[in-house]
């Protein structure tokens, strides 16, 4: 290291150093000399004829007493952590759903006969095998009703 880098060096050690006795509420000076170096000290009377200057510290924020932020690895093992359990619960989700859909495939169908005869009617209608009863032809009304009627009731 260069002398002027173990200086700074230095000088940022001795700023740590008075920063954290601050709490103990100990009063800082700074000054610069003739040679344009700046100085800090607990006492005023080191200063000489130098302009002083006291150095308000502000006391550490709440947050500081709290745990220690994390290192980015166990940081990274919490994400990990996280992927994996969502990967778990997405499999658990789809392996479910795909029980429930085989589930409702082998329901049983419980039409009962009425829908039966609905469905069978509807499509003999749109194929044109049915008639009115008097004799009349279907008309565009009655192939919609078969039509609504097949969608509901034929599976």
């Known amino acids: 290291m260069t002398r002027t880098t173990l200086q700074h060096s230095l000088q940022a050690a001795c700023l740590a150093l008075l920063f954290t006795t601050a709490a103990s509420h100990a009063e800082i000076y700074k000054w610069v000399d003739a040679n344009g170096k700046t100085h800090y000290s607990e006492k005023k009377d080191d200063a000489g004829k130098a302009k002083v200057e006291q150095v308000k510290i502000k006391p550490p924020p709440e947050s500081a007493n709290a745990a220690p ?3 980015w690895q166990d940081k990274e093992i919490e994400f990990r952590k996280r992927q994996i ?4 619960a997405d499999a658990k989700a789809a392996k479910a759903a795909k029980a429930s859909a085989a589930k409702q495939s082998e329901a049983p169908d419980y039409r009962n006969d009425n829908d039966v005869s609905r469905c069978a009617l509807a499509k003999d209608i749109l194929s044109g095998k049915a008639v009115h009863g008097n004799g009349a032809k279907t008309d565009a009304n009655d192939r919609a009703i078969a039509e609504r009627d097949k969608s509901t009731f034929c599976r």
């Open 85 to 88: 359990e969502k990967q778990e």
């Open 69 to 71: 932020a994390q290192n």
